[in-house]
C-alpha cells in the first residue's frame, strides 16, 4: 500500500469528520422521510438488496448509472458510462470484442468478460462457465445500472468481481419517439421506441438497428436489437411481469496487433485475420416471467422462470466454430418485514436454479472437415438468505449467505483422438458477508464490508494437455475488506471514498498451447488493494437549477501478484496484466441558456503491463470528448438534438490489451487494440408522449 493512497484517504476522512462536528445532533432521519438530505442524495436510490436503501445508507460499495449518464457520449454501447465509474475498466477492442474488469478482477481473461454477475431485470446475462456477454445490450433500453463491486451480493451468487444489475426501462404514460445517430466511420444507428400505459398494463418496446465499416480493416459491424418489456397489475398488490430480448449481429474480427503495426499502421487488421475476412455471426434471444405479490409490511413473495437461446457461427483463421446453447432456469424469493419504533428487520430467502446446454463444432476452413463435436450440460444451484435492520434510524446492518453447488457434464462427440468425456462436481461453497453502515450526522455515514466470494473455472480451464477432465482444478476464491464515507457538504457537494483488499487465492491460469486451445491450473494468489473517490459538485445554481455541476473519479490500486510460480516463473510482486495503478475522470455540465447544455469529460487510464512478466506495458493516456445538447418541449412534443467529438486530440492510445498474448511461427506477440482516432457524432430526437 503506497503511502500517497494513505494521505488521500487520510484528507478524504478528515473532511468527513471535520463537517460531522457540526451536526451530531439527534438523527431523524428514516427512509420514508428524506426531507434532511438534498434531492441530489434523494434520487440516488439502489435496489440491489432488494430492500430499497438510500445509497447513503447502504453497508455495501455500491454505484449507480443513471438514464442521463448512458445518453452522454455516442451512446452505442454502456462503455463510456461504465469507465466513469471508480473501480471499473471496460476494455473495448470493437463492437463485439470487450473485457470489464472490477477491481482488477478478471484482467487476465483473453478476449472476453469473466468472474462477474450480470442480470437484466430477472435474467441473467452470464453463462454456466461464467462468461459476460455485454456487446448485446441497447443504452435506450436501460433505466438505470446498478454495480456491487467485489463479492459483496448474497442475492445474486457470490462472484468474486461483483455483480451488474442492468433495469430494464418502463412506462409512465403513453409516447412515441424515434431517434437517429451519425457518427465516424460510416456509423449509423437508429432506435424507435414505445409505450402504451393504463390502468392494468403497461408496455414498453424498442427496435433498433446498428451498422458501422469501423475505424480498422475487416471491422464493419451490424446489430439489430428488439426488446418488449411489459406489466400486468391484477391488483395493487399483485402483477406478472415479462421482459424479451433479441440481438442479430454480424461483426467482422480484425483482431489485436504486434507493437510495430499498432504504432505505425493502426487502422490496420491482423493478416491472418484480415487474410480469411473473419467474422462472428449470432443470434441470441432472452425472455423472463415473473409473478409478484406485496405483502404486509412492504414484504414480498416473488417467482419468476427465464430461458435464452443463442447460435453463433465464427471464421477464424485457424477453424471454423458453430455454437448453439440455451438455458432455462427461475428463481424464487420470500421477503419478510418487521418493524417496530426502534428497529426494522427484513428477512429475504430464495434460490435460483440454472440449466445450460452447450454444443460446439470446428470445422477445417480448406474442406470443412470436421475436427471437433462437443457438448456440455452445465448446472448451478443459489441458495440465498439477507438480514437486513436499522437501528433507531442511525445503524444500518447488512449480513447475507450465499450457497453454491455447480457441475457440469461433458460429452466427446468426436473420437478419433479417443473419447475425452467426463463430468465434474464442485464441492458447495459457502458465501458470507456483513456490511455496517453507521449515520454520523445528516450529511455524513461512514461503512464497512466483508465478504466472501468465488469463481468456477471456465471450460478450457478444466482440461489436461490430452484433453480429460482435471480433477484437481480447484475454484477461485477470496475475501473482500473494504472501509469508506460519503457525505454532503450544503446539499450541493457530494463526495465519497473507500479503501479495500482483495485476496484471491487458487489462482486460475490459462495456458494457451495453441491458437484455440488452452489448459488451466492453479498457480498461486494475488492481492488487489485500492483506494477510490468520487465527487459531484454543483458549483453555479440559480432557482434550484444546477447550471454548472463539475463530476470526477479516481482509482489508484496495486492488483500484483502475492504467490505466483507458473511453469517455473515466479511472478510474485508483479503488476496484474490488463491493471492500471492509476486512472480519473473529470467532467463539467454547463446550462449558459435555457435548453442548451455543454458537456465536456476527461479519462486519463495509466499504463498497463501487458503480461504477467511485466516485461512490457502499454502507454498512459488521456482522452478528451465534449458535446452540445439542445432539447425543448412543446405541448406533446420532444425534440432533443446533441453532437459531440470524442478523443479532440487525436491520441494514439491502446483501447483493449489481448493479455499474454502468444508468439506462434517467430512472429511478435499481438497485445495491442488500437483505439479510436478523432471522431464525431450528431444525435436527433423527436417524440410524442400523451399528457399526464
Not at 477445417?364 to 443459489?382: A, G, H, T, V
Amino acid at each position: 500500500m503506497k503511502t500517497k493512497w494513505l494521505i488521500v484517504f487520510a484528507f478524504l476522512a478528515f473532511l468527513c469528520l471535520w463537517h460531522t462536528k457540526y451536526a451530531l445532533a439527534q438523527l431523524p432521519f428514516t427512509r420514508q422521510d428524506t426531507t434532511l438530505i438534498s434531492d441530489e442524495i434523494e434520487e440516488i436510490t439502489i435496489t440491489a438488496f432488494r430492500s430499497p436503501y438510500n445509497i447513503f445508507n447502504t453497508p455495501a460499495p455500491v454505484n449507480l448509472i443513471i438514464n442521463e449518464q448512458l445518453e452522454s457520449g455516442d451512446a452505442l454501447t454502456p462503455i463510456n458510462a461504465l469507465n466513469r465509474i471508480p473501480g471499473i475498466l471496460m476494455h473495448h477492442g470493437t463492437f463485439n470484442t470487450n473485457r470489464l474488469t472490477i477491481r482488477g478482477i478478471g484482467s487476465r481473461t483473453p478476449y472476453g468478460t469473466n468472474k462477474i454477475k450480470a442480470y437484466f431485470g430477472e435474467i441473467p446475462l452470464t453463462t454456466g462457465d461464467g462468461e459476460t456477454i455485454l456487446e448485446d445490450l441497447e443504452n435506450s433500453a436501460i433505466q438505470r445500472v446498478e454495480i456491487i463491486k467485489g463479492p459483496s451480493s448474497s442475492l445474486y451468487g457470490a462472484g468474486l468481481a461483483g455483480v451488474l444489475l442492468f433495469h430494464p426501462k418502463t412506462v409512465l404514460k403513453d409516447f412515441v419517439q424515434n431517434q437517429s445517430t451519425l457518427a465516424s466511420f460510416g456509423t449509423y444507428k437508429n432506435t424507435l421506441t414505445a409505450g402504451i400505459s393504463n390502468n392494468k398494463l403497461k408496455i414498453y418496446a424498442l427496435g433498433s438497428l446498428l451498422s458501422s465499416d469501423g475505424y480498422r480493416d475487416n471491422n464493419s459491424t451490424t446489430r439489430a436489437n428488439i426488446l418488449l418489456n411489459s406489466v400486468y397489475n391484477f391488483s395493487e398488490k399483485s402483477n406478472l411481469q415479462f421482459l424479451a430480448k433479441a440481438t442479430k449481429m454480424k461483426a467482422y474480427i480484425p483482431s489485436s496487433l504486434d507493437f510495430d503495426t499498432y504504432l505505425n499502421s493502426p487502422e490496420s487488421a491482423a493478416a491472418n485475420w484480415s487474410a480469411v475476412k473473419g467474422y462472428e455471426d449470432y443470434t441470441n434471444s432472452q425472455l423472463g416471467i415473473s409473478f409478484n405479490r406485496f405483502t404486509l409490511n412492504d414484504g414480498k413473495i416473488s417467482v419468476g422462470m427465464f430461458g435464452s437461446m443463442r447460435n453463433l457461427d465464427e471464421l477464424r483463421p485457424f477453424n471454423r466454430l458453430k455454437e448453439s446453447s440455451d438455458y432455462i432456469g427461475w428463481r424464487a424469493y420470500i421477503q419478510k418485514v418487521v418493524a417496530t419504533e426502534a428497529f426494522r428487520v427484513v428477512m429475504t430467502s430464495g434460490l435460483e436454479m440454472f440449466r445450460e446446454n452447450y454444443n460446439w463444432q470446428t470445422y477445417n476452413n480448406d474442406n470443412n472437415q470436421l475436427l471437433s463435436d462437443n457438448n456440455e450440460k452445465r448446472q448451478y444451484e443459489n441458495l440465498f438468505l439477507q438480514l437486513e435492520s436499522n437501528i433507531k434510524d442511525r445503524i444500518y446492518i447488512s449480513a447475507g449467505l450465499n450457497g453454491n453447488l455447480t457441475r457440469f457434464k461433458y460429452n466427446d462427440h468426436f473420437h478419433e483422438n479417443g473419447d475425452q468425456s467426463g463430468k465434474r462436481s464442485y464441492k458447495p461453497v459457502l458465501s458470507p458477508r456483513l456490511g455496517v453502515n453507521l449515520l454520523l450526522s445528516n450529511e455524513c455515514s461512514v461503512f464497512g464490508n466483508v465478504s466472501h466470494g468465488f469463481s468456477t473455472p471456465t471450460f478450457e480451464e478444466t482440461l489436461l494437455p490430452e484433453g480429460e477432465i482435471n480433477p484437481d482444478i480447484k475454484p477461485e476464491s477470496g475475501w473482500s475488506f473494504e472501509t469508506g464515507f460519503r457525505t454532503q457538504f450544503t446539499n450541493r457537494f457530494k463526495l465519497s471514498a473507500s479503501y479495500y483488499r482483495i485476496y484471491v487465492d487458487n489462482l486460475l491460469v490459462a495456458h494457451r498451447t495453441g491458437e484455440d486451445a488452452y489448459i488451466g491450473v492453479n498457480a498461486g494468489q494475488s492481492v488487489h488493494p485500492g483506494v477510490e473517490a468520487e465527487f459531484t459538485w454543483v458549483t453555479i445554481r440559480h432557482n434550484k437549477a444546477a447550471l454548472l455541476t463539475l463530476f470526477g473519479s479516481t482509482t489508484l490500486s496495486n492488483y500484483h501478484f502475492s504467490d505466483f510460480v507458473n511453469l517455473g516463473n515466479d511472478y510474485s510482486g508483479k503488476l496484474l496484466p490488463g491493471t492500471a495503478k492509476e486512472t480519473f475522470n473529470l467532467g463539467a455540465s454547463l446550462v449558459p441558456l435555457k435548453n442548451f447544455t455543454i458537456n465536456a469529460w476527461y479519462r486519463y487510464n495509466g499504463e498497463m503491463p501487458v503480461n504477467d512478466a511485466n516485461t512490457t506495458f502499454s502507454d498512459a493516456f488521456g482522452l478528451t470528448s465534449t458535446e452540445l445538447r439542445y432539447q425543448a418541449k412543446k405541448g406533446n412534443f420532444k425534440f432533443d438534438v446533441r453532437g459531440g467529438i470524442q478523443n479532440i486530440f487525436d491520441i494514439h492510445y491502446t483501447s483493449m490489451l489481448a493479455v499474454n498474448a502468444p508468439s506462434f511461427g517467430g512472429n511478435p506477440p499481438r497485445y495491442y487494440y488500437p483505439g479510436n482516432p478523432r471522431n464525431f457524432y450528431i444525435s436527433l430526437l423527436i417524440g410524442f408522449s400523451a399528457q399526464q
